[in-house]
Every structure is written in structure tokens, then in C-alpha cells.
């Protein structure tokens, strides 16, 4: 079974700019803040969310070229109109919204790829085939902040093409390579992607509602409390890790007092790491998976999870540098020399002082930062696979295009709400209630995958047609 030539271009297309939204934001329209922030990373996780279902409805009733060519056709035109936002006199920043939105759009096509793996696997090979898929796009969510970090050093003047009015910078430059991205994609659906099915047990089938006995599958013999279940865990598998995205670069730069350009060099480079990391995690679920089957997986993925989310709680007597504060490295500084120190320091680094939290609570070292990044890149990759595979195996030997498209919406969801959380519980209230909800969120979802256990099974063994 081929994997689909354009998984890796869905992570990669939101990764590209996740670590340089907030500065290029600050630069094109000085009156977004932290909570508009929060609107603009969720803004993609609010387009696929709508498009999933549609794309997932599309891709039963027609050929799943229809629907990928039309979804990666919106991406383009979305990354083009981000990296053209400078052009607008005014209100750049909901331009830059509605790019952000188009984007997610065009990204609701993973229901359609998640379910033409689905059907075109028997249960065997789907562990497997899956975690190729997730491996892929975690290949693109690499790819995505190290092109960012490389890119950063263009620089944020970059090179303007005045004729056709384009900006060459650290923060347009990743948009259009990613519009190229999609360029070439929509030539590997039209050139190389095939229709092919399978029933559970691997023999080629036609019919859409065909199972091994020859009986329609419906919708009555799916057990719908597993399904629920499946989405509430992927909408909170996908909620804590779109915090942990989310949070990196405001967070690296009010603890580490980083600058605007290091916290998109540095979070880049750490992330292209996790994307490494998350590589070879796929690879050694595929086997661990065979052998303990995919639940316990899922089980140790969660508690990994919540141990990356509690090291970062914050503790200790050392507090964050403040921007402008009265005092500079332990000096207690005139009003003439914070002017001076303006001069020569024109970005502000440290914790900005409107948020009050920065004065009372601990600072997080680097360390900690580091190890959770490690833990979350080991957590993340297995529940997010075996959550899915878990999924597809519910289902059974039926078109899954809608169903997926409604995991693909929780996920969506998750990842909506995810930087909103950010942008008011970390921005307001700071890491230590922010991180203390996200390890309580761990535990009830830990509660609730014990809770089901024995219901999360393959449809197959379900109904006794096949044997665990």
C-alpha cells in the first residue's frame, strides 16, 4: 500500500511558521497582542476543523483526488496571502487571521488520507502503515521550523521585489515555500496516487459497503461509546500538544529573556529535534505495538505526557527578568538610565511587566524546559498514532471518510481551544495554573482510557470474524 505522497505537507505547513507567527504578527501590525496571538494559531485548527467532515463526506462519494486537489489548491492561495499581508493599508492582522483560517481549510484533507489508509489496509498491516504515515508527517513538522530556522537568518528586512510587491524575509519566505510545497503535491495526487481497498482480512474489494461475509456494514454495529471515547481522547491528545506548540515561543522569551529572532531560532531548532525524536518513536511503536497491543501503548503515552507537562511547573527562588524594570541585572536603575538602556536594547526582552504573575512566580529553567520537550516528544507521537490506528480498527471494514473526518474535527477542536488556553490562562493567570489544569486534563484522560479499556477493540474481534 503506497503512503500518500503529500502526508509530510500537512505538518509542514502549519510548522513552517508556528515558531515565527508571534514576532511577524508584532511587526505587521503593532496592535495584536498575546490574546490575538492565541486567535491566530487556533485560526488554523478552526478551518480544518470545519473542512474535515466536508472533505471526509466528499471522499466517500467520489474519487479522493477530487477533494485533495481542491483542498491543497486553498493552501496555496492561503500562504500566498500571507506572506502578502503587508500589503494591506489597515487591520493587517485579521488579514493575517483569514490566511491562518484558508490554510486549515486546505489541511481538513487528513481525513481523507487517514481513510484511504483505513480501507486500503487489512488490520495487519494498519499498525504499521499508519505509523509510516505519522512518521511522514512528522518528517514535515521537522522540515518545518528547521526551514524556519534556517530561513531566519535572511533576516527580518529580508529582499523586496518591488515589482510584483514581494517581501523575501525570516517570515514570508517559509509561507511560500510552502505554497511550492503544495504545488508539487497536487502533481503527486494527479500523477501517482491510485484507488485501492481492502477488507479486513487484506482481500481487494469494490464494493463500498462490502465486508467479509458479504453483509452491508452500517452504522448499528460500530460501537458508538468507543467512538466517543476515541474522539474525546484525540481532542485531548491534540489539545495539550497544541499548548505545548503554542507556548513555546512566548514562554521561551519571558523565562530565557530570549529576543524576537533567537526565540524563533532556538524553539525551531528544538522542535526540529522533537520531530526527530518523534521518528523513532513511530518506528519502535510499530513494534512494541505487535506485541502488547495498541492500548497499553496509548496508556504509557499519556502518563509520559503528564510527567513532560508536571517537570514543567515552575519552583525555586529565581524569578524572570522583567522588561524595563526599575532594576537590570540585580541594579537598581534612574529613569535617565532605563532611557539609555531603551537606546541601546529598542526590543524589550524579558517578561513583560503587564503580566503581573512575572513578579510572584518562579522562573522556569532551561533544563526543565528541555527535558519536558523530550518527555512531550516521546508522549505525543505514541498516543497520536495508536489513537487513530485505535480508531480505524472501531470502525471496521467500512468507508470511514466521514468518521475520520470527525476525529480530524475533535482534533481540530483540540487544537482551536489549545492556544486560546494560552492566550488567557498562561497570559493572565502564568505557567503554574497553566500547567497545573493541562496535568489534571492528563489524569482524566488516563481515568477515562481505564474506564473503556476493555471496549477499545478492533470491529473484527468484535464480532468474532477474526482473533486478536
Given at each position: 500500500m503506497p503512503i500518500l505522497p503529500f502526508s509530510p505537507h500537512d505538518s509542514s505547513g502549519f510548522s513552517i511558521v508556528i515558531t515565527s507567527i508571534w514576532p511577524y504578527l508584532q511587526k505587521v501590525d503593532d496592535s495584536a497582542n498575546a490574546s490575538f496571538l492565541g486567535w491566530v494559531v487556533a485560526a488554523y485548527s478552526l478551518g480544518q476543523m470545519v473542512a474535515s467532515p466536508i472533505f471526509g463526506w466528499w471522499s466517500n462519494r467520489r474519487p479522493r483526488k477530487e477533494p485533495l486537489v481542491c483542498s491543497i489548491l486553498i493552501n496555496v492561495a492561503a500562504n500566498l496571502l500571507y506572506a502578502y499581508v503587508h500589503l494591506f493599508h489597515s487591520n493587517r492582522k485579521y488579514y493575517m487571521l483569514t490566511s491562518r483560517v484558508l490554510v486549515g481549510f486546505g489541511a481538513g484533507n487528513?481525513?481523507?488520507?487517514?481513510?484511504?489508509?483505513?480501507?486500503?489496509?487489512?488490520?495487519?498491516?494498519?499498525?504499521?502503515?499508519?505509523?509510516?504515515?505519522?512518521?511522514?508527517?512528522?518528517?514535515?513538522?521537522?522540515?518545518?521550523?528547521?526551514?524556519?530556522a534556517a530561513l531566519s537568518f535572511i533576516g527580518e528586512a529580508g529582499v523586496c521585489f518591488r515589482p510584483i510587491d514581494l517581501q523575501l524575509n525570516m517570515y514570508t519566505t517559509p509561507a511560500l515555500l510552502a505554497a511550492f510545497f503544495g504545488v508539487i503535491n497536487i502533481l503527486c495526487v494527479i500523477l501517482i496516487l491510485r484507488e485501492h481497498s481492502v477488507d479486513d482480512e487484506g482481500r481487494q474489494i469494490?464494493?463500498?459497503?462490502?465486508?467479509?461475509?458479504?453483509?452491508?456494514?452500517?452504522?448499528?454495529?460500530?460501537?458508538?461509546?468507543?467512538?466517543?471515547?476515541?474522539?474525546?481522547?484525540?481532542?485531548?491528545?491534540?489539545?495539550v500538544f497544541a499548548v505545548f506548540e503554542t507556548i513555546a515561543t512566548p514562554l521561551s522569551m519571558d523565562m530565557f529573556a530570549w529576543t524576537r529572532?533567537?526565540?524563533?531560532?532556538?524553539?525551531?531548532?528544538?522542535?526540529?529535534?522533537?520531530?526527530?525524536?518523534?521518528?523513532?518513536v513511530f518506528l519502535l511503536v510499530k513494534i512494541i505495538s505487535v506485541?502488547?497491543?495498541?492500548?497499553?501503548?496509548?496508556?504509557g503515552g499519556l502518563i509520559?505526557?503528564?510527567?513532560?507537562?508536571?517537570?514543567?511547573?515552575?519552583?525555586?527562588?529565581?524569578?524572570?527578568?522583567?522588561?524595563?524594570?526599575?532594576?537590570?541585572n540585580?541594579?537598581?536603575?534612574?529613569?535617565?538610565?532605563i532611557i539609555i538602556l531603551k537606546w541601546f536594547h529598542p526590543d524589550p526582552i524579558g517578561c513583560p511587566p503587564e503580566q503581573t504573575w512575572c513578579q510572584f512566580t518562579p522562573a522556569i529553567?532551561?533544563?526543565?524546559?528541555?527535558?519536558?520537550?523530550?518527555?512531550?516528544?516521546?508522549g505525543y507521537p505514541a498516543c497520536n498514532v495508536m489513537s487513530?490506528?485505535?480508531?480505524?480498527?472501531?470502525?471496521?471494514?467500512?468507508?470511514?471518510?466521514?468518521?475520520m473526518g470527525w476525529l480530524t474535527a475533535s482534533g481540530s477542536g483540540a487544537r482551536t481551544l489549545g492556544p486560546v488556553f494560552v492566550s488567557q490562562f498562561y497570559t493572565n493567570l502564568g505557567p503554574r495554573w497553566a500547567f497545573s489544569l493541562i496535568c489534571g486534563i492528563m489524569l482524566a484522560a488516563m481515568l477515562l482510557l481505564l474506564c473503556t479499556y476493555r471496549r477499545l477493540i478492533a470491529f473484527s474481534l468484535r464480532y468474532g470474524r477474526m482473533r486478536e
Open positions: 487528513v481525513a481523507v488520507v487517514r481513510s484511504y489508509v483505513a480501507g486500503a489496509t487489512s488490520l495487519k498491516e494498519r499498525t504499521s502503515a499508519m505509523a509510516n504515515m505519522s512518521a511522514c508527517q512528522a518528517l514535515g513538522f521537522i522540515l518545518g521550523p528547521a526551514l524556519q469494490s464494493a463500498i459497503n462490502y465486508t467479509s461475509e458479504g453483509t452491508p456494514v452500517t452504522d448499528q454495529g460500530i460501537d458508538q461509546i468507543a467512538v466517543v471515547t476515541s474522539n474525546i481522547l484525540f481532542f485531548i491528545i491534540l489539545f529572532k533567537q526565540a524563533v531560532l532556538y524553539n525551531g531548532i528544538i522542535l526540529a529535534c522533537t520531530g526527530f525524536e518523534s521518528i523513532l506485541r502488547i497491543g495498541e492500548r497499553p501503548v496509548l496508556l509520559i505526557i503528564f510527567c513532560g507537562f508536571f517537570i514543567l511547573l515552575p519552583w525555586g527562588d529565581e524569578y524572570p527578568k522583567i522588561q524595563w524594570s526599575v532594576h537590570y540585580g541594579i537598581l536603575l534612574y529613569p535617565f538610565e529553567q532551561l533544563a526543565q524546559y528541555i527535558v519536558s520537550d523530550i518527555l512531550i516528544g516521546v487513530y490506528i485505535l480508531y480505524s480498527k472501531i470502525l471496521g471494514p467500512k468507508p470511514q471518510g466521514v468518521y
